[in-house]
């Protein structure tokens, strides 16, 4: 079975970076287009990037349009969320999973982000 098991996050000052990764495990995740979504606490699950896996073509949402870039290696099985100029508006858990309908078999633990100011 399928499973996909984000990682990379933590704590960190406003204006820092985080690299968060996605792996894929269990097999190939077979979806045109993957995407990285996050929850704030006490706020309902966002679309933060998408990325087609074949073309890598990609598409942000506007609040992490110009800081976040999205990629993957599919020789690896993987997908990355390079943060850059975190503000404490993005503490969130981040997940992975297919786009644009998420598959609810996908969703994992997620990985904690903390901004502080």
């Known amino acids: 079975q399928v499973q996909l098991v984000e990682s990379g996050g933590g704590l960190v000052q406003a204006g820092g970076s985080l690299r968060l990764s996605c792996v894929v495990l269990?097999?190939?995740?077979?979806?045109?287009?993957m995407s990285w979504f996050r929850q704030a606490p006490g706020k309902e699950r966002e679309f933060v990037a998408r990325i087609v896996w074949s073309t890598r073509s990609t598409y942000y949402a506007d609040s992490v349009k110009g800081r976040f870039t999205i990629s993957r290696d599919n020789a690896k099985n993987m997908m990355y969320l390079q943060m850059n100029s975190l503000k404490p508006e993005d503490t969130a858990v981040y997940y992975c999973?297919?786009?644009?309908?998420?598959?609810?078999?996908?969703w994992g633990q997620g990985t904690q982000v903390t901004v502080s100011s």
């Open positions: 269990g097999g190939r995740c077979n979806a045109y287009t």
């Open positions: 999973n297919t786009y644009p309908n998420p598959d609810p078999n996908y």
